[in-house]
């Protein structure tokens, strides 16, 4: 499945969550330029895949697909005032580490946004643009590091919707089994990091960290970078550097983040994470502050890991 393709998919959900249910004709003024022989295509596909439903010509989310999508207001951005602190931080990162940098937020429980980067000039591979929503496709560094701290249901689910896409494809390292799967996610949560490698020779091609803000209850934001060329280089030292930088990024969104900018489904009181151990390092600052129960139990790559980047 093509970016665009997933891209018109989204306005396609993104529209009937709001609207309840839409006809032909509309979607096709909401995704021009798009022909009719493309849009029925379209929602053939979605409809194959238990998206869509619909009667006569007019559609609708089946009732999966709807809990799957998570809230329409879950679709966010952070206040300018806090972009403005944030930005510098993404630039500096992206700087030092010669590779692009993203800050991404989850969304719903099933999709994640890049609420801001800075992409580096090409040939610097580069992180979409700051409006798109992205699935969470269990391979890609960003939505495992999420995938890692969400209900296993919610893991599971993911895993199963993608596998017969992303299954055939020789480019895409993905878990062969569900235990499999989530035996690596739990490894993420373990480590505090996500690495996505290419699956021809295994080069680390994204890394992720979590921000730690301490007043949210779960992973919501991460920060990481993309390969600039082919693979990325010296990764522990890269992970170090994105540790610090979501740290900083913690400390200027501590506090200051709208409450409703986390209409989220899940709440500490009901959801069942990957089991996993985790201790909260200690904290010093101004004020006393709320560990986060999801901090890294280990603060660097295991030795098979520096083995294989060095493979």
């Not at 839409?22 to 895949?49: N, Q, V, W």
């Not at 990091?193 to 890394?207: F, G, Q, S, T």
Request: hydrophobic residues 45%; neutral net charge; contains cysteine.
């Amino acid at each position: 499945m093509s970016v665009a393709a997933i891209r018109r998919s989204f306005q396609v959900v993104h529209h009937l969550m709001s609207q309840g249910e839409t006809r032909f004709t509309d979607l096709a003024h909401i995704l021009a330029p798009i022909s009719r022989t493309g849009l029925s295509h379209l929602l053939a596909s979605l409809k194959e895949i238990g998206e869509l439903e619909h009667d006569g010509r007019k559609y609708r989310l089946t009732p999966t697909a709807a809990s799957l999508a998570g809230q329409a207001g879950a679709i966010y951005s952070l206040p300018p005032s806090l972009t403005a602190q944030i930005h510098p931080i993404v630039e500096r990162t992206a700087a030092a580490l010669g590779h692009s940098c993203a800050l991404f937020a989850l969304v719903g429980k099933s999709t994640m946004k890049v609420l801001d980067s800075h992409n580096l000039p090409v040939p610097h591979q580069a992180f979409p643009a700051t409006d798109d929503e992205l699935p969470l496709m269990p391979f890609h560094g960003f939505a495992q590091l999420f995938l890692s701290h969400a209900p296993e249901s919610v893991a599971l689910e993911c895993y199963r919707y993608w596998l017969p896409y992303l299954q055939p494809n020789p480019g895409v390292r993905l878990a062969p089994t569900e235990e499999a799967f989530l035996a690596e996610l739990r490894k993420i949560r373990r480590l505090g990091h996500a690495l996505e490698y290419r699956a021809e020779v295994r080069p680390v091609l994204r890394v992720a960290v979590p921000v730690p803000v301490p007043d949210l209850p779960e992973v919501r934001f991460a920060v990481g970078i993309v390969a600039n060329f082919v693979y990325l280089l010296e990764v522990e030292a890269q992970i170090g550097a994105l540790r610090a930088a979501a740290v900083e990024m913690a400390e200027v969104m501590d506090g200051k983040l709208p409450t409703d900018l986390f209409p989220s489904g899940r709440s500490p009181a009901t959801t069942t994470p990957l089991p996993a151990k985790s201790v909260a390092p200690a904290r010093s600052g101004a004020r006393a502050r709320a560990k986060s129960p999801w901090q890294p139990e280990e603060p660097s790559l295991t030795q098979p890991e520096r083995d294989l980047i060095a493979s």
